[in-house]
C-alpha cells in the first residue's frame, strides 16, 4: 500500500471479499506443526530478551503476540532499513529495505524463542507468501525473521529446515532469516491497533481470526488480557 489510505480503501475490499483474502497460516498438510526440535531452554530466573518477526502488516502480528503467555510487549515497528527512512509513508514506497515488523520483549523463563516461533508459523502468518499477506502487497509485507542472536540464528534456520522436510506446508516457505540491524518503533497510531480498532473491517477480518486461532491451537499460551 501507498500510505494508510490506501490501506483504509482495502479494508472495503476486504469486507466484500472476507472469505478470499482473510490471513492465515497458509495451506498447511493434515499434520500440526510441531515444537522445534532445537530451541533454548526455559531459563532458570525471570529475565527479558527481545525477537523481532515481520509477516505482512504489523496489525494482526502484534496483536498475536500480545496474547502469548510470556510476552511481556510487542510492538510495532520497522526493521531492515535505516533510521532515517523508518518512517509509514516511506516504507510504504517500497524502496527503503524495512519490513512492517514486530518487536517482542519475553520473559524467557516462561517461553522459549522456538516457542514465540511456533505461533509466527502457526497463526501469525503465513510464510508461504512472498512479499505479501492477505490483502497487503509489497516488500515491506515480506515474512522475515530479524535475528539478534548467533543462537536465535542458529534455532530458526533449524526449524525452518525441520518445516520444510516434515513438509507441514504446501508450498515452500518464503521467510528470510536475516541479521537485526535495527528496529525503529512506528508511528503512536500504529500501536495497539487492533486493540483500539475492534470493529474495524480490516481488523474483523485479517487479525481477529489470527487471534481466535491462537486460542484454539494453543491454549495453554494464550493470554485473554
Excluded at 123 to 148: C, K, M, W
Excluded at 209 to 214: D, E, I, Q, R, S
Aim: with cysteine; proline share 6%.
Amino acid at each position: 500500500m501507498s500510505s494508510l489510505f490506501s490501506r483504509l480503501s482495502v479494508m472495503f475490499l476486504t469486507v466484500t471479499f472476507a472469505g478470499v483474502t482473510a490471513c492465515s497460516a497458509g495451506d498447511r498438510a493434515s499434520a500440526s506443526i510441531p515444537d522445534p526440535a532445537l530451541d533454548a531452554p526455559i531459563a532458570k530466573t525471570k529475565t527479558e530478551q527481545t525477537a523481532v518477526v515481520a509477516g505482512g502488516c504489523f496489525w494482526g502480528i502484534q496483536a498475536v503476540f500480545q496474547h502469548v503467555k510470556g510476552v511481556i510487549s510487542a510492538t510495532s515497528g520497522y526493521a531492515g532499513g535505516s533510521a532515517k527512512t523508518a518512517e509509514y509513508e516511506l516504507v510504504s514506497t517500497r524502496e527503503t529495505g524495512h519490513a512492517e515488523s514486530v518487536k517482542i520483549t519475553y520473559d524467557p523463563s516462561k517461553i522459549t524463542y522456538g516457542q514465540l516461533l511456533r505461533v509466527f508459523f502457526s497463526v501469525a502468518h503465513d510464510p508461504t507468501q512472498l512479499n505479501r499477506q492477505g490483502p497487503d502487497e509489497g516488500t515491506q509485507y515480506r515474512s522475515s525473521i530479524f535475528y539478534g542472536t548467533d543462537d536465535q540464528k542458529r534455532i530458526a534456520e533449524a526449524y525452518i529446515t525441520q518445516l520444510e522436510k516434515a513438509k507441514v506446508f504446501q508450498r515452500p516457505i518464503v521467510t528470510q532469516v536475516v541479521p537485526l540491524k535495527g528496529f525503529y518503533p512506528a508511528e503512536a497510531y500504529h500501536q495497539d491497533y487492533a486493540a483500539h480498532h475492534p470493529n474495524n473491517p480490516y481488523i474483523i477480518y485479517n487479525d481477529a481470526p489470527k487471534v481466535a486461532h491462537l486460542r484454539e491451537l494453543f491454549p495453554d499460551l494464550y493470554n485473554s488480557k
